[in-house]
T-cell receptor, first 116, second 113 residues
Framework: AQTVTQSQPEMSVQEAETVTLSCTYDTSESDYYLFWYKQPPSRQMILVIRQEAYKQQNATENRFSVNFQKAAKSFSLKISDSQLGDAAMYFCAYRGRDNAGNMLTFGGGTRLMVKP | DVKVTQSSRYLVKRTGEKVFLECVQDMDHENMFWYRQDPGLGLRLIYFSYDVKMKEKGDIPEGYSVSREKKERFSLILESASTNQTSMYLC????????????FGNGTRLTVT
């Protein structure tokens, strides 16, 4: 079974600075996607970024980028120029082609606080 | 934009009650999911459905059942609510392609007293 681990329960960053959230996963599959979701206080889970395992190039979406290390099974999220609106729970998630029902497996989450 | 609507934002029920959590999506998605969210545990899959009347158990199905009579609606049922089912419940949907992201509702915070 696949597992996803987020080792940082809480992180804080100063506004306008950069922060990196860690995620590691365990799988025997070769074809899969990785996702980062953001859950603000409103509770609506929002997709931040996704990475296909076969793509060597790291995904980027505006201020959000990932560092995908396939051999190390690591998938960290970098937030540049942090804003107050970035404060939220962040979840790393895995979805594999062979996963029964194609379900998403989530990590335990990291609470990000942004200091003004 | 995909909209996933959960019928209740907050719900308080008594031990032993039968509880229905309703979820509706408006994008004709094949897949629908029910997750439970608890602090430090992330989201854990209770049940999912990949078609009308089809359902599969997730990681923690005990104490729950589901119903999908129509494509757009996926209901989670607690046959006899217990205090350890106090939690946040999130519904999600996705297209049938295996690499599609999930779209989530706003969650239902259920308290069982």
């Amino acid at each position: 079974a696949q597992t996803v681990t987020q080792s940082q329960p809480e992180m804080s960053v100063q506004e306008a600075e950069t922060v990196t959230l860690s995620c590691t996963y365990d799988t025997s599959e070769s074809d899969y996607y990785l996702f980062w979701y953001k859950q603000p206080p409103s509770r609506q889970m929002i997709l931040v970024i996704r990475q296909e395992a076969y793509k060597q190039q790291n995904a980027t979406e505006n201020r959000f980028s990932v560092n995908f290390q396939k051999a190390a099974k690591s998938f960290s999220l970098k937030i540049s120029d942090s804003q107050l609106g970035d404060a939220a729970m962040y979840f790393c998630a895995y979805r594999g082609r062979d996963n029964a029902g194609n379900m998403l497996t989530f990590g335990g989450g990291t609470r990000l606080m942004v200091k003004p | 934009d995909v909209k996933v609507t959960q019928s209740s934002r907050y719900l308080v029920k008594r031990t032993g009650e039968k509880v229905f959590l309703e979820c509706v999506q408006d994008m004709d998605h094949e897949n629908m999911f029910w997750y439970r969210q608890d602090p430090g545990l992330g989201l854990r899959l209770i049940y999912f459905s990949y078609d009308v009347k089809m359902k599969e158990k997730g990681d923690i199905p005990e104490g729950y059942s589901v119903s999908r009579e129509k494509k757009e609606r996926f209901s989670l049922i607690l046959e006899s609510a217990s205090t350890n089912q106090t939690s946040m419940y999130l519904c999600a949907s996705s297209p049938g392609q295996w690499n599609s992201p999930l779209h989530f509702g706003n969650g239902t915070r259920l308290t069982v007293t």
